[in-house]
């Protein structure tokens, strides 16, 4: 794995898992690679797809189709759905 995925991977395991087990050496790792705005998109997008965590641990999340797995797509513009 390149260094820049490795610390991006990492970024995001931990945003998702233990925030505050996010070092300051990690950050300036992350700054090597990337610049302000590419951190805060990478960020965002890392908070956009864990925005059910909370539903999933309350036990309150559904599924669109009862005992199905549903198939997530993207159109030319990047915008999800499911189908």
């Known amino acids: 794995m390149e260094a820049h995925h490795a610390a991006?991977?990492?970024?995001?395991?931990?945003?998702?898992?233990q925030?505050?087990?996010i070092t300051q050496e990690l950050l300036k790792e992350?700054?090597?690679?990337?610049?302000?705005?590419?951190?805060?998109?990478?960020?965002?997008?890392v908070m956009?797809?864990?925005?059910?965590k909370v539903s999933v641990a309350l036990g309150t999340?559904?599924?669109i189709r009862d005992g199905?797995?549903?198939e997530l797509h993207f159109d030319e513009n990047g915008?999800?759905?499911f189908s």
């Open 8 to 17: 991006a991977t990492a970024f995001a395991t931990g945003l998702m898992t």
């Open 19 to 21: 925030p505050n087990s």
């Open 30 to 45: 992350l700054r090597e690679f990337f610049n302000d705005d590419q951190l805060i998109e990478l960020t965002l997008d």
């Open 48 to 52: 956009k797809w864990n925005y059910q």
């Open 61 to 63: 999340d559904r599924e």
């Open 68 to 70: 199905e797995l549903s």
């Open 79 to 81: 915008k999800w759905s």
